[in-house]
T-cell receptor, first 116, second 115 residues
Framework: ETGVTQTPRHLVMGMTNKKSLKCEQH?????MYWYKQSAKKPLELMFV???????ENNSVPSRFSPECPNSSHLFLHLHTLQPEDSALYLC???????????????FGQGTRLTVV | AQTVTQSQPEMSVQEAETVTLSCTYD???????LFWYKQPPSRQMILVIR??????QNATENRFSVNFQKAAKSFSLKISDSQLGDAAMYFC????????????FGKGTKLSVKP
């Protein structure tokens, strides 16, 4: 069983809908990430949280809004998305962001999002 | 900026044979980490092997080994005795050793294993 759980696994939403993706980790990690995986493109880092504080917003449009209420949970709130936002959204966690800490990332199984 | 390049979009190997997946990266840093991740159809990214840049010895994990050439900025993955379960997308990733070192991924190589 994965230590990082994402729900839902699949989501279809209209462009005017509001939905949220949820990520939960039971690994005792303090850093959490959202990645976007589109066909034929490298994984794109969207947001990074370290000890509940956002440390990176990789020029993500405001229609994506992250929330990290505690180190175990990460949300991605979605509103007024576009069809080109359809992709696999992956959540990951790692021990923490610290100099010279060899922290591998553990991934969830992703949410397959389709915007219609 | 750091970049990771995987020049082989697809590869194929016969079961029980050996295959090598290529990865090159570009960085001006000397302190970093390199990873190979596997993504099967279940979509979950699974760490296969990691390499610390300050270590000269190539990492090995059972049937998986790397050829790390720091001067050439090359980090290839060798899979020996390939099994059907090895079929997946393989991603090479780089992480800077500093406090803001997030993972940077290549585009991936799709590996097929023929019985």
């Amino acid at each position: 069983e994965t230590g990082v759980t994402q729900t839902p696994r699949h989501l279809v939403m209209g462009m005017t809908n509001k939905k949220s993706l949820k990520c939960e980790q039971h690994l005792g990690h303090n850093a959490m990430y959202w990645y976007k995986q589109s066909a034929k493109k490298p994984l794109e880092l969207m947001f990074v949280y370290n000890f509940k504080e956002q440390t990176e917003n990789n020029s993500v449009p405001s229609r994506f809004s992250p929330e990290c209420p505690n180190s175990s949970h990460l949300f991605l709130h979605l509103h007024t998305l576009q069809p080109e936002d359809s992709a696999l959204y992956l959540c990951a966690s790692s021990q923490e962001l610290r100099v010279r800490v060899n922290t591998e990332a553990f991934f969830g199984q992703g949410t397959r999002l389709t915007v219609v | 900026a750091q970049t990771v390049t995987q020049s082989q979009p697809e590869m194929s190997v016969q079961e029980a044979e050996t295959v090598t997946l290529s990865c090159t990266y570009d960085t001006s840093e000397s302190d970093y980490y390199l990873f190979w991740y596997k993504q099967p159809p279940s979509r979950q990214m699974i760490l296969v092997i990691r390499q610390e840049a300050y270590k000269q010895q190539n990492a090995t994990e059972n049937r998986f080994s790397v050829n790390f050439q720091k001067a050439a900025k090359s980090f290839s993955l060798k899979i020996s005795d390939s099994q059907l379960g090895d079929a997946a997308m393989y991603f090479c990733a780089y992480r800077y050793g500093g406090s803001q070192g997030n993972l940077i991924f290549g585009k991936g190589t799709k590996l097929s294993v023929k019985p």
